[in-house]
Structure formats: C-alpha cells, structure tokens
C-alpha cells in the first residue's frame, strides 16, 4: 500500500501528463463546438464515415476497433511478464499482484466509463443506444498502453528501443480511437475523453502502487579523504 504523499504525487502527474490533459482539451474544443452551430463533433464522425480514410469501411474500422483494444491488453501482459518481480517464490508472488494491479485498473475504468456513459444517456451516431460517451475500447486500450508505458522504465532497452515501443503503445490506443469515430459508433469529443480517462487511471494506479524504486535497494559510496594520510572510505547501507 502507498503512502498519501505517494497517491498524491500519482495523481499529479497522472494529471499533468500530456497524454491526459490534451486529449481532454481536445475533447472540451469539439464539445463546445455542438452549442456554437459549427458542431464539429457531428461534422467530423460524418466525414470519418464518409470517406474511410483509413480503414476503408465503417465495419472495417469496427473490427479492427476490437483487434486493436486486444494488441493493447497483449502489450501490457507481455511488458507486465518482462519486468523484474525477485527471484523464487517471492518473485512469482510479486508478479501475480503486478498482473492484479494492472487488470483491476482496466476493472476501475470500466466501471467508470460505464458510470458515465449511463449518466449522460449520448445518442451514439448511428443510432444504436446511448451509451456513446465516452468510448469503452479506447479508455480500456488508453489504460493498457499507460501502464505497458510505465513497464518499459524497468527494462533494460536502449532509449531508442523504449521510445519507438513507447510510440507504438500510444499509437495503437490512437488508432483504437479513431476506428471508433470512422466505424460510427463515437464521435470525437467520446474517444478523446475515453483515451484521457485510460490514461489518467493507468498512470495514476501505477505510479501509485506498482513501484519497484519504493524498495529498500543496497548503496554503496566511496570517498577519498585527501589528507596526510590518504585514507580511503567505503560505506554502504540498505
């Protein structure tokens, strides 16, 4: 369990990641727009649906919804599976309460996205319910991607092999997104709240509970005195 300074210090920068506050800026600017008559919200999921621009079809766009939200779990089990846990028994156990960790976030989320797609009541665009806002696939691949993100800080990957999977991640949150604004189940104002929402909780949960930096590490310093007798220090502690 954390310390509050610890919770506290998670949700900050949960708060202040970009990750979180421009797609809920971007969210905000398109909902704005549906009481100024230019309703871009409405206006750009027509012409995603329109035109396809990058899945080809609304059914297309559906599926490829579905496979995308499934390579964003797999990338959190595998990045999950990587990182150190210890050794033995100890090691396993640690493991298993990660892996809990990071489904019981996908768990929180979903419940509240569910809370407030059934307080809003939105009409999604092709009229099926109303629960559009805010989308379900991308707020669940959002959270995936954040902690798979986090992971990836303790392996040992080159800065080059970190950022380019660190891109990929977000990337495939994005085009989850985007399939659901293109496949017509959302606009945009839901999957940029959704991908806010994920990432939010997935910072959050695990700056604030999965840290491996928080255990006790063994220090060693040394020092030499430049003094008349050249004494050498070595020191340690745990």
């Not at 604004?181 to 949960?205: K, M, Q, W």
């Amino acid at each position: 369990m954390p310390r509050w300074s610890a919770v506290k210090d998670a949700a900050v920068s949960a708060a202040t990641d970009p990750n979180t506050w421009i797609p809920l800026a971007g969210a905000a600017v398109f909902g704005a727009t549906s009481f100024s008559g230019t309703n871009w919200d409405h206006k750009t999921s027509d012409w995603a649906v329109r035109t396809t621009p990058i899945f080809g079809s609304a059914e297309h766009a559906r599926d490829t919804s579905d496979r995308l939200e499934d390579i964003s779990r797999t990338n959190f089990f595998f990045t999950s599976l990587l990182t150190p846990s210890g050794d033995g028994w100890d090691g396993a156990w640690n493991k298993a309460k990660g892996l809990a960790i990071g489904f019981t976030a996908r768990r929180i989320n979903a419940e509240i996205t569910d809370s407030i797609k059934f307080s809003t009541n939105r009409v999604r665009p092709d009229k099926s319910d109303d629960f559009s806002f805010p989308s379900g696939h991308t707020s669940n691949s959002s959270v995936y991607a954040s902690i798979s993100v986090h992971n990836l800080t303790y392996l040992n990957l080159t800065q080059t092999q970190e950022a380019l999977w660190k891109a990929s991640s977000y990337t495939v949150a994005g085009l989850t997104a985007w399939a659901r604004v293109e496949g017509n189940r959302h606009y945009p104002s839901d999957v940029l709240t959704g991908y806010a929402l994920g990432n939010f909780l997935g910072i959050f949960i695990s700056q604030a509970f999965i840290n491996p930096e928080a255990k006790n590490k063994f220090h060693v310093d040394m020092s030499l005195l430049q003094n008349r007798e050249q004494s050498f220090t070595l020191s340690y502690r745990w």
